[in-house]
């Protein structure tokens, strides 16, 4: 299972947000090129950066992505208001390895059918939920679609994994909904990157024993250094086993 550090961006800086909530930010005192680097010399070989400012109806921060894409060699999985086909290709064009959508997923599926059938293996549709409703446009807003729905509508398509967020876990360290991620793999047959509440190296684990999810996404715990980089990756491989 691939371990995923997150840099999410709001105005410039990096922050973290508690259940999507805006008014509930918390800045950390780190600079995203840096960020970047340390992430590289540990051994990531991904990254999950997500533009807060354009998940929010606000100016994106494209000049920034654009910046920290150029100065890494780590793949870049962008997220954050890339709600159409301009956004896509504006994406792509500045090197972004993948893309995660979630407002035009939920909201108008035919047209993102048609933006991963122009680029396959390069978007990932965003599942997020919150009460069992799915969320869209920063997670404000209720979608029309189920998630039964939804997860039967991605069967077949070339996505390289869904992103899987329990909004109501993000950002508040109480451990990752693993449920929800199987259940979204099991029904969607897409490989689920887990979201949203992983706060202990067991979670980790727990999520690398769990058939269907390729990768989990931390955030909050490495910044609040509920433990160490190097020890997240080497959990990521699954429980360690003792020799009788």
């Given amino acids: 299972m691939q371990l995923i550090p997150a840099i999410d961006l709001r105005r410039g800086r990096v922050v973290r947000l508690a259940q999507g909530d805006d008014d ?3 800045t950390y005192d780190h600079d995203p090129a840096d960020l970047l680097a340390r992430f ?8 999950h950066v997500v533009d807060l400012d354009a998940a929010f109806g606000e100016e994106p921060q494209r000049a920034l992505v654009e910046s920290l894409v150029a100065a890494t060699d780590l793949n870049v999985e962008l997220g954050g208001g890339l709600r159409d086909a301009s956004a ?6 500045a090197g972004c390895e993948r893309l995660v959508l979630g407002s035009v997923v939920a909201r108008d599926f035919p047209a ?9 293996g390069r978007l990932v549709p965003a599942v997020e939920v919150a009460g069992g ?5 920063g997670w404000r ?11 039967l509508r991605l069967q077949g398509l070339p996505c390289p994994a869904a992103l899987v967020t329990d909004v109501e ?11 929800l991620a199987r259940h979204v793999a099991e029904v969607s047959g897409i490989p689920s990157i887990v979201s949203g509440g992983v706060h202990s190296l067991g979670d980790l684990e727990a999520a690398a024993g769990i058939p269907g999810i390729g990768a989990v ?7 609040e250094e509920r433990f160490t980089l190097a020890d997240a990756l080497e959990a990521a491989e699954g429980p360690r086993r003792t020799t009788p």
Avoid: M
């Fill in 133 to 137: 409703e799915l969320k869209v446009a």
């Fill in 217 to 223: 996404i931390v955030g909050k715990a490495l910044y």
């Fill in 169 to 179: 876990r993000d950002g508040t360290l109480q451990g990752p909904n693993l449920d």
């Fill in 40 to 47: 590289a010399d540990a051994g990531v070989s991904r990254v």
């Fill in 112 to 120: 993102f059918e048609a933006l991963v059938a122009r680029h396959p």
């Fill in 88 to 93: 896509v290709a504006w994406a792509l064009g």
């Fill in 141 to 151: 807003e209720s979608a029309a679609l189920t998630l039964e729905d939804l997860c």
């Fill in 24 to 26: 509930r930010r918390k």
